[in-house]
T-cell receptor, first 113, second 113 residues
Framework: NAGVTQTPKFQVLKTGQSMTLQCAQDMNHNSMYWYRQDPGMGLRLIYYSASEGTTDKGEVPNGYNVSRLNKREFSLRLESAAPSQTSVYFC????????????FGQGTRLTVV | EDQVTQSPEALRLQEGESSSLNCSYTVSGLRGLFWYRQDPGKGPEFLFTLYSAGEEKEKERLKATLTKKESFLHITAPKPEDSATYLCAVQARVNTGFQKLVFGTGTRLLVSP
């Protein structure tokens, strides 16, 4: 029962570097999400994909891009990392038709120096 | 604006000492309220979904209740393994018709033996 798998678990980047966070789910869910979690801020939605082939901006999309590669995979790309993007990133998935709750991955802890 | 406020920020209990966590919310048309548990270094783990005022859900030592403006997570006779951060989220509709989760900042619970 893998659920939602995120890679990598930890990453340190230098300012200006780029990287892609990977997320895959094996629950056949239609919707996928990327959140960031910062102390005192709660989880904030970066981008979401309601279904395969569609993506939309959430609350804090600046500095990020996403790709819904197929139904299983949803990646988050930082084109030019900034210290303000230091955070813990969570991917989640949900099947709106059957169960309303979202299932989360274990997170990627990203530090930008 | 959709908003979720959780209190207290942190709570320290002795084993067996019952208490409640609060989640107050403002949302345009509640479509579900969710409780999650988050352990350090892990992703949020789903606990309960509540849909309408008066509804209650139970799981082991936890009971969630819902009114028109707030939800409570009651913890009866807690054990040290109940120590975690408890997150509350509401499901809100965005103007595209998509439904997003709005999270509170959580309550950090520590249960001492």
């Amino acid at each position: 029962n893998a659920g939602v798998t995120q890679t990598p678990k930890f990453q340190v980047l230098k300012t200006g570097q780029s990287m892609t966070l990977q997320c895959a789910q094996d629950m056949n869910h239609n919707s996928m999400y990327w959140y960031r979690q910062d102390p005192g801020m709660g989880l904030r939605l970066i981008y979401y994909s309601a279904s395969e082939g569609t993506t939309d901006k959430g609350e804090v999309p600046n500095g990020y891009n996403v790709s819904r590669l197929n139904k299983r995979e949803f990646s988050l790309r930082l084109e030019s990392a900034a210290p303000s993007q230091t955070s813990v990133y969570f991917c989640a998935s949900r099947d709106r038709a059957s169960r309303p709750e979202a299932f989360f991955g274990q997170g990627t802890r990203l530090t930008v120096v | 604006e959709d908003q979720v406020t959780q209190s207290p920020e942190a709570l320290r209990l002795q084993e067996g000492e019952s208490s409640s966590l609060n989640c107050s919310y403002t949302v345009s048309g509640l479509r579900g309220l969710f409780w999650y548990r988050q352990d350090p270094g892990k992703g949020p783990e789903f606990l309960f979904t509540l849909y309408s005022a008066g509804e209650e859900k139970e799981k082991e030592r936890l009971k969630a209740t819902l009114t028109k403006k707030e939800s409570f997570l009651h913890i009866t006779a807690p054990k040290p393994e109940d120590s975690a951060t408890y997150l509350c989220a509401v499901q809100a509709r965005v103007n595209t018709g998509f439904q997003k989760l709005v999270f509170g900042t959580g309550t950090r619970l520590l249960v001492s033996p």
